[in-house]
Structures are given as C-alpha cells and as structure tokens.
C-alpha cells in the first residue's frame, strides 16, 4: 500500500519508477505529486520571524510530551486541548464508567498512542464536574505503599484538614495513611474519611510495576473499593496488550473494571493532526505532506507529531513556512537517527543489516500493509494447492523470510485473539521499517557502470 506511493512522490520528476521491493499484489493507493520537492529551494523569512516560528513550531508539534488538559469554563463539563485529536468514544466509555457506573478504568496499549494524554483530558473534564484528582506516576521500584503514598500526597492538600493530620503534618492527604507499609485495607479507611467526595486517582506507567505482589494489591483494593460502593475510581494506565497482562488475572475485579485498549489514530485523524498543529505554527503543510505523513505514521500520534516537527523545522531551516518533499524527507531522515537504538537493533538483526532482501520483504509487508485500528495484522496462504502463496497483511512474502521474522521476535502472533493475527513486538519498528523503504528509494541509485557490492 503506502510506501510504493510514498516513494513515487519522492521521485525526481521524468525519472522511471524504481523496481517494486515487493509483489505487488496489494491494492495500492495513489498520492499526487507534490510541487516544489527539488532540493534547495529557499524562502526569505528574515532572523527575527524566523526564531519567532521556530517557537511557534516546537508549541504546536510536541512529540515528546503528553497533551495536557485545560479546563474550558467554570460552569462547564468539557476539557480540551487545542492539538488534541479524537478518542470521543474512549473518553466517553471513560467518564461514563467513573461518574456513572462507579466502574475502575484500565487503559491499556503501545508506546506512544496517546494513553497519558487521553487521562489528562479524562482528569480535566473529571476536575470540571467537581472530582477531586491525583494522579502518580510509577518507577521499576514502585510498590503498593509507594503509589498509594504518592497518590494521597497528590490530592489536594485543604483536603488534609479531613484526617487526623496537624499543620506538621504531610501535605495532601497523606495523614489519612498509617506509619507503616499501606495495605489494601487502609486504602478503604483511608477513603471513609473522604467520603463525601468523588475521588479520582490516576496511576500512570503501570507497566513498569515488576512487583507482582502489588498487582495483587491493586486487584484487592479495586474489589473492595467496588464492593462496598466507595466513591473511588482508579484509572490505571500502561503499555500492554491487554489489561489482564497489565493488570495480572484476577478474575474477582472482572465486573468492576472497564477495559479501554487505546486505538490507532485513523489516517485522517493524523491528517488533522498535522492540519491543526500547522495551522497553530503558521506554517503550510499541502495536503499530500499531510498524507505523507499520515501513510508513516499509520495511527501513531507521536510519529505524527514527530515527523510534522522535524519538517516544519527543516522547511524553517530553509527560510521557508511551506513544508516541501524535501523536508520530509529531511524529517524521516531525522526520525530514524532519532529511533530507539533497541529498535535499530531488531531491525539489524532480523534484515541482517538489510542483506537480507527476502526478511526484509516479509517485514515491509507487515509495516505497509492492512492493519486493524489495533495495529494487528491477518497471515494466511492462498494461491492453487501446488503453490501456496503466504500474505502478509495482504502482501505476498517469502514463508522462510517469515518464519526467521517470526523467531526473531521482532513480530509475534497477538495473545488471545485467535490464530492468524499478528503484531509488531516494539512500537515504532513497523514505522521504522516504512521510514527506512522510502528513504531507500530516495537513496541514489548507482550508475550503469557501477559495481555491486
Ligand atoms: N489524541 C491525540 N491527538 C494529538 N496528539 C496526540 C494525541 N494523543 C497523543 N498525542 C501525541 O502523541 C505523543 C505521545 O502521547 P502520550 O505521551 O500521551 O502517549 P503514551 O501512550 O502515554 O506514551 P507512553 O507509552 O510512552 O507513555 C505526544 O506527543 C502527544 O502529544
Ligand atoms: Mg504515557
């Protein structure tokens, strides 16, 4: 699908379209060619305008930070925040199963889908309808005491007045929890004393919690805060497949807890991404940059927002506002000096630093080709008895190739969901390996005369 297209609208014009990477048997899509991609071209933005934009810039595309939440009126149930795009129904689900239903809320999904900045809108719409929030964010070392602590140190400190804390007392409401380690217990006597209150108590990069003794905890505290009606949710966010995984199996929280996988952002959602953020920053994004962009990202907010930065940036970089192919290409440049080295690695080794054409077909197909909204993809055979054709996200790939993908781990079937669906193991290396084609294409190509390696 993307990356052929991609390719072409990279090529310098009256030249032959480069050999397919690929069988091309999957339905391709077809983006026109952009004006203005040949290299060099300057513009004229002056020293002062231009450092004005660059700030610009870097507030209207932030990769490396979570949106954050504003509250829109006093009066007023709606949060928002100017670059936030979509999740309506996971917000929804959300706010319905912590004001409504009394539910707990676990959200789950990979790196970089938006999971910190969806809470962030749930915790200022929450903090509009009158909740009282805190939020902690775990470490490697967190341990049932230490997130409770840091939750209650988060709430609000006039809240402290409740317990039986004095004014040399810890701030929030930390004196509601005993001198010794918490347990799930004194979370409930905890929350008597805060009763007449709706709390909502966020805990981020739960993931990262090695401690399963914890997750038990955990599991305890969401069945006895549910059992006996406590005005207390948890949101529990982290990287994961499913919540189980995150959360451990306990099958006695079933009932009261909402499961909320985060999904990809659609194409045209980080379309709109790139539209929004261009129109905060002031600069020209055409629509086929804004495809461009979209077909690389396939649905990951922080490489939309990454490669919308770092073209804008190279485009400034030229005294330009409007963003050409060639600081696109500049930005996929970027974004693959910028990857996770643990993801460079993967990509090595299963390519064997792309010596390895048939792997690298195999994993092209899976990057490029048909996904769900949760990044998994289908593998089946088709093709006469005699000879079977294996697809890969539609694609036609060597059974080898894919069989060496499949043991490196750099792929692995999706738990749970029946046979036949397959995701990425890393975030960002389906997006790595797209970058990686297209910049491919893009490379010089050697003279009749040259030899081969
Ligand atoms: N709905 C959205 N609209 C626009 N940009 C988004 C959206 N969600 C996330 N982003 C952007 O994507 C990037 C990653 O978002 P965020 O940090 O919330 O993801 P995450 O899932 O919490 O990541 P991690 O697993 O690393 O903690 C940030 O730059 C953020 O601004
Ligand atoms: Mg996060």
Not at 33 to 48: A, F, I, K
Not at 168 to 175: F, K, N, S, T, Y
Not at 290 to 307: D, H, K, N, S, T
Not at 314 to 330: E, F, K, P, Y
């Amino acid at each position: 699908m993307p990356v052929r297209a991609l390719a072409d609208l990279f090529r310098p014009r009256g030249e032959a379209p480069a050999p397919d990477f690929r069988t091309a048997e999957e339905p391709e899509i077809t983006i026109p060619p952009m004006p203005g991609t040949e290299p060099g071209e300057e513009g004229s933005l002056t020293r002062p305008s231009l450092d004005a934009a660059r700030r610009r810039l870097a507030e209207s595309f932030t990769p490396t930070r979570p949106l954050v939440g504003r509250r829109k009126r006093k009066d007023g149930d709606q949060s928002s925040s100017i670059g936030f795009i979509g999740r309506e129904a996971e917000r929804e689900r959300i706010m319905r199963a912590v004001a409504e239903d009394r539910s707990h809320v676990v959200i789950f999904g990979e790196r970089g889908r938006g999971k910190t900045s969806l809470a962030n809108m749930v915790m200022a719409q929450a903090l509009a309808m009158g909740f009282v929030v805190a939020r902690h964010v775990c470490a490697a070392n967190s341990d049932f005491d230490s997130i409770m602590r840091g939750l209650f140190r988060d709430i609000p400190r006039w809240l402290s007045t409740l317990g039986p804390a004095g004014p040399e007392d810890p701030p929030g409401a930390l004196g509601l929890l005993p001198d010794r380690p918490v347990l799930p217990g004194d979370v409930m006597v905890a929350s008597n004393a805060l009763i007449e209150l709706r709390l909502l108590l966020v805990v981020d990069e739960f993931d990262r919690v090695v401690d399963q003794e914890t997750r038990t905890a955990f599991a305890d505290t969401l069945k006895q805060l549910s059992d006996r009606g406590v005005p207390l949710s948890f949101v529990i966010i982290g990287v994961s497949e499913s919540a189980e995984e995150l959360l451990g199996r306990h099958p006695s929280i079933q009932r009261c807890v909402t499961r909320v996988p985060l999904p990809l952002l659609s194409h045209e959602e980080v379309e709109e991404l790139v539209e929004r953020g261009a129109e905060r920053a002031g600069l020209d994004y055409s629509p086929t940059a804004r495809a461009c962009i979209a077909e690389l990202a396939r649905g990951v907010p922080y490489m939309g927002q990454l490669l919308a930065l770092r073209a804008g940036q190279a485009a400034l970089d030229h005294g330009r506002t409007a963003v050409q192919g060639s600081d696109l290409i500049a930005a996929m440049q970027a974004a693959v000096v910028e990857a996770d080295p643990r993801i460079i690695a993967i990509y090595d080794s299963v390519t064997r630093m792309e010596r390895d054409p048939a792997a690298l077909g195999a994993l092209r197909a899976a990057a490029a080709g048909r996904q769900d909204s949760l990044g998994r993809f289908q593998v089946w055979q088709d093709g006469p008895p005699d000879k079977p054709v294996l697809r890969v996200a539609g694609i036609a790939a060597d059974p080898d190739a894919w069989r060496r993908v499949l043991q490196s781990g750099a792929i692995h079937p999706f738990r749970g969901d029946g046979p036949g669906l397959y995701v990425f193991g890393e975030a960002m290396l389906q997006q790595l390996v797209l970058l990686r084609a297209v910049l491919a294409q893009q490379a010089p190509r050697p003279g009749p005369g040259a030899t081969p390696e």
